[in-house]
């Protein structure tokens, strides 16, 4: 029987030398709060050492493209601050685009904020006692009681809500921390509105580093499914999903269709390797010497070493290669879509370490 292509796209040449621009997620991707993930400066200096340019993406809408060059040049990884696009100049922008001479805003969040909605020309204002037609809320590590009941205040009197992203927590070098998602869902659950968002996974901020770099064959490399990976299938880009964040192997086998990636990697070193994009053999799908299928809702791996079954009783840890990974989510995903269902494999399903081995 002759092998079929499988759900992950697989590229035989270099990551770096496919695609001409790298737009990439910072934390969890190329930084963990204030260090650097382990293989990334060399990583980044290597593509673009092969002629690939880079843009960094970020959801963080606390810090200023000055700020965030600053930080990822003390990480030897020299930036421009015009390689940096936030969530904060992607909100300010759609602000800019539907102002007019009454817009004024409030802004809830920090400096990097405020400096993208004043370089837009726009008109803030420090208080719903101003009458701001817009609130635009970001994440900044100072925002107290008083801010988000200022923010209720407004959008109570009628003013608008917008998000720079709606990230529920955040990759901190001590573990998951609060993100603006949960504090905009405080702001939501006092007024009853929801706001629009402009952040990932909004296509817009990913056209837009796009654009800037003048990409023709742009690649989006994040940590997180329902940002990075579904920001990158909205905006229609392919996607590279790294394991040094937030979503792991549990996740990327479980992931629904609207936030899987294109390509699996370990690490940031993935742009320099070439990927095997599972086949279908029968009920199997191929990736080098691994094969999985789905058995109900468990997950069987076959190498040369023999078959092995994961489940619900499986023991957290369990180590899989990243081929198994990748015949694994081809085999999982395309069991799910031939149910009908977001996946065929239960919450319950263990967290797995993947080795480069």
Known sequence: MSAAPGPLLGCDEPVQTRYDVALLDLDGVVYRGPHGIEHASDSVAAARAAGMRTMFVTNNAARSPQSVADHLTELEIPTEPDEVITAAQAAAALIAAGADAGTRVLVIGGSGLREAVLAEGLTLVDSADDRPTVVVQGLALTLGWKDLTEAVYAISAGASHLATNLDATLPTERGMALGNGSLVAAVVNATGVQPRSTGKPQPEIFHQAARRA???????????????????RAAGYPGLHVLTGVDQARELLRAIAAERPDLLAVDLRGL??????????????????ASARIDGKRLVLRTDDGERTLSERTEPGEHITLDELRAGCAAAWTASDAAGVPTVLPVGFPQLTVTTA
Request: contains cysteine.
């Open 272 to 289: 320099a390797q070439t990927h095997p994009a599972p086949e279908q053999d029968g009920q199997w799908w191929r990736c080098g010497v």
């Open 214 to 232: 003048g990409a023709s064959r742009p690649i989006v490399v994040g940590d997180r499914l329902n940002t990075d990976l579904a920001g990158a």
